[in-house]
T-cell receptor, first 116, second 116 residues
Framework: ELKVEQNPLFLSMQEGKNYTIYCNYS?????LYWYRQDPGKSLESLFV?????AVKQEGRLMASLDTKARLSTLHITAAVHDLSATYFC????????????????FGQGTILTVHP | DTEVTQTPKHLVMGMTNKKSLKCEQH?????MYWYKQKAKKPPELMFV???????INESVPSRFSPECPNSSLLNLHLHALQPEDSALYLC???????????????FGPGTRLTVT
């Protein structure tokens, strides 16, 4: 059974500071997604990482994927209040032949609060 | 247009009621999904439809009955639910499910269900 673990689960940051959220997963996959969820809202796709070494950046967020270490990171640079939300990573299970079936397994989520 | 719509936004039902949730997308996606999300938890996959056929059922109780009448529409029929079924029900769609590529899932706004 695939396990996806995020840490930290709670992150309180000061504006202007940098921090990294980690996402570890337990089985081979090179397909990982990051989503953002505001309270009471749906999930917004942030990044799609589909190969070892993939790095993507959007504004103050940068995500990377190391499939050998089974690790993805979401790095926050110079945090601002608008980034306060819950962030989920999700891993797409692939079979031995490399076929995906759309079966996403989510991490527990990291609740990020950015304060002045 | 990357929009998935869901109705109703909120639903309160008794344990003896029968109700349905509706999800629609017009992006030409051939894969559609139902997820359940409890408060402060990650989404959990319930069902996957691929080309209007049920491809994954994650051992969901029979009081939840999915239906995919056409490629744009996904329903979730509810009957004899329990209070613990109260949750946010999210619909998602993607271009396809299976293959050597992984397809990004786009989420709808969700239906907040309360079972009394």
């Amino acid at each position: 059974e695939l396990k996806v673990e995020q840490n930290p689960l709670f992150l309180s940051m000061q504006e202007g500071k940098n921090y990294t959220i980690y996402c570890n997963y337990s089985t081979t996959s090179d397909r990982l997604y990051w989503y953002r969820q505001d309270p009471g809202k749906s999930l917004e796709s942030l990044f799609v990482l589909l190969s070892n070494g993939a790095v993507k950046q959007e504004g103050r967020l940068m995500a990377s994927l190391d499939t050998k270490a089974r690790l993805s990171t979401l790095h926050i640079t110079a945090a601002v209040h608008d980034l306060s939300a819950t962030y989920f990573c999700a891993v797409d299970i692939v079979d031995a032949g490399g076929t995906s079936y759309g079966k996403l397994t989510f991490g527990q989520g990291t609740i990020l609060t950015v304060h002045p | 247009d990357t929009e998935v719509t869901q109705t109703p936004k909120h639903l309160v039902m008794g344990m003896t009621n029968k109700k349905s949730l509706k999800c629609e997308q017009h992006m030409g996606h051939r894969a559609m999904y139902w997820y359940k999300q409890k408060a402060k938890k990650p989404p959990e996959l319930m069902f996957v439809y691929s080309y209007e056929k049920l491809s994954i059922n994650e051992s969901v109780p029979s009081r939840f009955s999915p239906e995919c009448p056409n490629s744009s529409l996904l329903n979730l029929h509810l009957h004899a639910l329990q209070p613990e079924d109260s949750a946010l029900y999210l619909c998602a769609s993607s271009l396809r499910t299976s293959g050597s590529w992984s397809y990004e899932q786009y989420f709808g706004p969700g239906t907040r269900l309360t079972v009394t």
